[in-house]
């Protein structure tokens, strides 16, 4: 029996997050699509197919070598894009404190209320039941996405992601 490899599933680092948010860009124009697409759900196959790229896994493997994105299976991972904190995520330690949890939790289920209604529910209720620091990234990513791609949102989601950075960062400072 032939055993077939289970395609690569990425998620966004901090870095990633901030990268998609920030004003000015960094990556060219086929690796931020790339990103943006990464979502913690999409594999490296899907990705490619949706972007017709045929160069996906050196695509994503680069990203992931700039500390965009991350292998959530790799023992190696990196959950927060900031060196200090990386050693401690791949030894299965949580990097943030209840504090900055709870601070990132309530920046999203805020504006979630406040922009996206109803509309928002489900990953309102993802993020109230977010345990871990990989599943606050994985939520940020989402609602990010979410908030840039309403009406409401979309002219406070950069400023309210610079909040959740600063409130990532809070935690090596």
């Given at each position: 029996?032939?055993?077939?490899?289970?395609?690569?599933?990425?998620?966004?680092?901090?870095?990633?997050?901030?990268?998609?948010?920030?004003?000015?860009?960094?990556?060219?124009?086929?690796?931020?699509?790339?990103?943006?697409?990464?979502?913690?759900?999409?594999?490296?196959?899907?990705?490619?197919?949706?972007?017709?790229?045929?160069?996906m896994p050196e695509m994503?493997?680069?990203l992931e070598q700039l500390?965009?994105?991350?292998?959530?299976?790799?023992?190696?991972?990196?959950?927060?894009?900031?060196?200090?904190?990386?050693?401690?995520?791949?030894?299965?330690?949580?990097?943030?404190?209840?504090?900055?949890?709870?601070?990132?939790?309530?920046?999203?289920?805020?504006?979630?209320?406040?922009?996206?209604?109803?509309?928002?529910?489900?990953?309102?209720?993802?993020?109230?039941?977010?345990?871990?620091?990989?599943?606050?990234?994985a939520c940020s990513s989402?609602?990010?996405?979410?908030?840039?791609?309403?009406?409401?949102?979309?002219?406070?989601?950069?400023?309210?992601?610079?909040?959740?950075?600063?409130?990532?960062?809070?935690?090596?400072?």
């Amino acid at each position: 029996m032939i055993h077939q490899k289970t395609p690569t599933i990425y998620q966004k680092t901090a870095a990633g997050i901030a990268e998609i948010a920030a004003a000015e860009r960094k990556l060219n124009f086929r690796q931020r699509q790339a990103l943006i697409l990464v979502d913690g759900k999409r594999n490296i196959d899907e990705i490619a197919v949706f972007l017709n790229q045929h160069n996906m896994p050196e695509m994503l493997i680069a990203l992931e070598q700039l500390g965009y994105i991350y292998n959530p299976a790799s023992p190696a991972r990196q959950i927060i894009a900031y060196p200090s904190q990386a050693a401690e995520s791949a030894n299965g330690v949580s990097v943030m404190s209840e504090a900055q949890v709870q601070s990132i939790k309530d920046i999203l289920i805020h504006s979630i209320d406040q922009h996206l209604g109803i509309m928002g529910r489900s990953l309102k209720q993802k993020i109230e039941a977010a345990a871990t620091d990989e599943q606050i990234i994985a939520c940020s990513s989402q609602w990010h996405m979410a908030m840039r791609e309403s009406k409401l949102g979309r002219e406070v989601a950069g400023a309210l992601m610079e909040q959740v950075q600063q409130t990532l960062k809070a935690g090596i400072d």
